[in-house]
């Protein structure tokens, strides 16, 4: 009985028994290794789980040798093949992106860019009048790259419109370069710029530079992403007349990191708004480099800057420095409810007649360096008065529904029949990969301190998302594990079983939630059993890290509770999955600012914290 519930949290592929011998299977390939390795290792005779072996490497015998060599005795065809590699081996990699002259007919309505299957490189240069739109501009798209040169260059009055650009995507990597230079008058519009996107990094470069009289907005921008980076460098430099607004700047986003360089540089009575600036957010990261300096009777407004965000940090250097005659306004600035770190060096420093205003301003004194002549604070919220302390803590307590997902962590007292609780959404959004075999992994440079030969083996250019994701991940390796914590990478199952073997010996098992029913809904607790009859134990868990390869970030934590629920429709009461949670019963090395503790109240060491385990994450324990 026992067993068969610890069955029933696991599924597998009744084909799964390809185990040694089974005709037709070459005992060379890089599966079969494992399946031979996995038996070695393992004491018990408990199927494997198949959502982890559908992971291992696809290579047969053949190409992985063939890949073995090039990995270790020639890197530079490694390379060279890097498409060969990542279409046989099924790696994330981005297109390689070659720049082409290819011509487009002029004053067309594109609908969907993925399914004209276009290539814009250079598009609408020298354009009089006219207009192009884009509708579902590559929406939905995994891994999407995008690589506009050239965009609308020298037009004449000429009006672009994307009307949903990259929404909804994972991983996009999309650039212009070159929107708008040189242009007169005209329009351009972004109506709604992947919004929902997933870890996008977005880059525009000499953004409308150059251009006389011609406006450009984005009504939403980046609204209500995960992770990512956005940047423009060089947005309306030398510009004349020029109005350039975001209404909706990265509301509700996720960890994203912005930043604006040389805005507005030596531009000529541009009209700059940002009407909601970084709000909602959670721990947003903004900098403006260089924003409107030696501008000339320009008006910059942000009328909403990084309200109601959860901490964060905002670094403004040079801002409206030697700009004449400007009006710097900000209506409402990070009235947060955690407060972040702001930065300002250089404020309107040597600008003249100016009115820098700040009507709200709710983040600390950290002013460095502003003129202290012309810039008024109507209201500056000191955060550490007592009315300031209560009203943030109320409107916080309102925010956090929006900050952690609910349901994302619960008390260990949840976990009974006949709950009803709301379900995180436990769907893993991360593109799909394969492992790579242990013996190709052994000869790849795996550390911070060979990031370039790692960004020259996977085409990873200058601040390209590829850049990001294997700085990110390595720095996430690297990192010194916390109090109590043992970690490791593992970038094949073979290290995932030795690393989970050397922590709790070898008769172990693999839990994970059956499925992803119930997400984003509320479900109802069925029948809950704890696994290793309940008792504190260990457990190594291990899950995905965005990697072109499949690694996974594995570590134990002591004094745990596992347990497997059955989760049940709450209308129907029908079984729809079968969870694994892990309840940690010591939180005193978290951090005060804790999602979980956003989420449920209270704070480190003092209550015990429970979560679902996600989609292809997984906790490996004790076998019972
Ligand atoms: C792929 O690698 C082989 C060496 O194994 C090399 O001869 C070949 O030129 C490479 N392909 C490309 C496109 O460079
Ligand atoms: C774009 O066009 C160029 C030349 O026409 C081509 O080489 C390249 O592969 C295309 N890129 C994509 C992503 O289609
Ligand atoms: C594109 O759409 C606009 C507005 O919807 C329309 O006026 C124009 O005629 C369309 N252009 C083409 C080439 O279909
Ligand atoms: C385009 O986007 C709109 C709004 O997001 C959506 O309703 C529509 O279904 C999309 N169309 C296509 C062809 O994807
Ligand atoms: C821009 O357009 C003008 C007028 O059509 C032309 O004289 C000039 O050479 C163009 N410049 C570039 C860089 O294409
Ligand atoms: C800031 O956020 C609060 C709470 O959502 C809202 O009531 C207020 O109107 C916002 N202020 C501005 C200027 O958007
Ligand atoms: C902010 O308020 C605290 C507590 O009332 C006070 O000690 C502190 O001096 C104030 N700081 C400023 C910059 O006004
Ligand atoms: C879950 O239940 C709560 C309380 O009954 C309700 O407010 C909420 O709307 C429900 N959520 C969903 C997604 O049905």
Redesign the pocket.
């Known amino acids: 009985m026992l067993l068969l519930l610890l069955f029933a949290t696991l599924h597998y592929a009744p084909s799964f028994n390809v185990a040694l011998g089974v005709a037709g299977e070459n005992p060379f390939t890089p599966k079969a290794y494992l399946i031979r390795y996995w038996n070695k290792q393992i004491s018990n005779n408990f199927p494997k789980p198949s959502f982890l072996f559908d992971k291992a490497s696809p290579l047969t015998a053949a190409q992985s040798a063939a890949f073995y060599k090039l990995a270790a005795t020639d890197r530079n065809s490694l390379s060279a093949n890097l498409s060969d590699f990542c279409n046989k081996a099924n790696l994330l990699c981005f297109p390689d992106l070659s720049p082409s002259l290819e011509k487009h007919n002029d004053n067309v309505n594109f609908t969907s860019y993925l399914l004209d299957g276009q290539n814009f490189t250079n598009y609408g240069t020298g354009r009089l009048g006219g207009a192009d739109s884009f509708k579902n501009y590559s929406d939905g798209g995994n891994v999407v790259t995008n690589n506009f040169r050239r965009y609308s260059r020298n037009s004449t009055a000429h009006t672009d419109k994307f009307a949903a650009y990259a929404t909804d995507t994972n991983v996009p990597d999309e650039s212009f370069k070159g929107y708008g230079t040189t242009a007169a008058a005209g329009d351009g519009q972004f109506t709604s710029y992947n919004d929902e996107s997933n870890v996008p990094n977005l880059n525009f470069a000499a953004y409308s530079d150059n251009s006389n009289g011609r406006k450009q907005t984005f009504a939403e921008y980046a609204g209500n992403a995960n992770h990512g980076d956005q940047k423009f460098t060089s947005y309306g430099k030398n510009g004349n007349g020029a109005a350039n607004g975001f209404t909706n700047y990265g509301k509700g986003s996720n960890v994203m990191a912005s930043s604006f360089e040389n805005y507005g540089e030596t531009a000529n009575g541009g009209h700059h708004t940002f009407t ?1 600036y970084g ?2 957010t959670n721990v947003p990261e903004n900098t403006f480099r260089n924003y409107g300096p030696e501008e000339n009777g320009a008006v910059v407004s942000f ?2 800057y990084r ?2 965000s959860n901490t964060g940090q905002d670094n403004f250097q040079s801002y409206g420095k030697k700009s004449n005659a400007a009006e710097l306004g900000f ?2 600035y990070g ?1 947060s409810f955690n407060d972040g770190s702001s930065k300002f060096t250089g404020y309107g420093e040597h600008a003249m007649g100016q009115a820098v205003d700040f009507k ?1 301003y709710g983040q600390g004194t950290t002013f460095k360096q502003y003129a202290k002549k012309g810039v008024t604070f109507a209201s500056y919220t000191n955060e550490s008065s007592p009315a300031v302390v209560a009203s943030l803590a109320a ?1 916080g307590k ?2 956090n529904k929006w900050v952690v997902e609910p349901g994302k962590f619960f008390r260990e007292s949840m976990l009974k029949s006949g709950i009803v609780m709301p379900m995180p959404d436990i769907r893993d959004k991360l593109p799909k990969r394969s492992f790579l075999p242990r013996a190709i992994i052994s000869k790849l440079p795996f550390s911070t301190s060979k990031i370039r030969e790692m960004e020259k083996i996977f085409h990873a250019g200058q601040d390209s998302s590829m850049a990001n994701i294997l700085t990110n991940t390595l720095n996430e390796c690297e990192r010194k594990p916390s109090p109590h914590e043992t970690k490791r990478c593992v970038a094949s199952i073979e290290d995932m079983i030795d690393f989970s073997t050397s922590v709790l010996g070898r008769n172990v098992v693999v839990h994970t939630t059956e499925n992803t029913r119930g997400s984003n809904g509320n479900i109802t607790i069925g029948k809950v059993k704890g696994v290793n009859g309940g008792k504190v134990t260990k457990s190594v868990s291990c899950h995905q890290s965005l990697f072109p390869y499949m690694l996974y970030y594995c570590h134990s934590v002591p004094k745990v509770r596992v347990y497997e629920a059955v989760i049940l429709d709450p209308k129907s009461r029908a079984k729809i999955n079968n969870g694994v949670a892990i309840c940690h019963l010591d939180t005193s090395s978290w951090s005060p600012g804790h999602g979980a503790f956003i989420a449920l109240g209270s704070g480190p060491g003092k209550i015990e914290v429970c979560h679902w385990i996600f989609e292809n994450d997984m906790t490996w324990t004790i076998a019972d």
Do not use: L, M
Request: no cysteine; aromatic share 0%; net charge negative.
């Open positions: 909601s709000d909602d009328k909403s309200n109601d209506e409402n009235q709200v409107r309102k925010v």
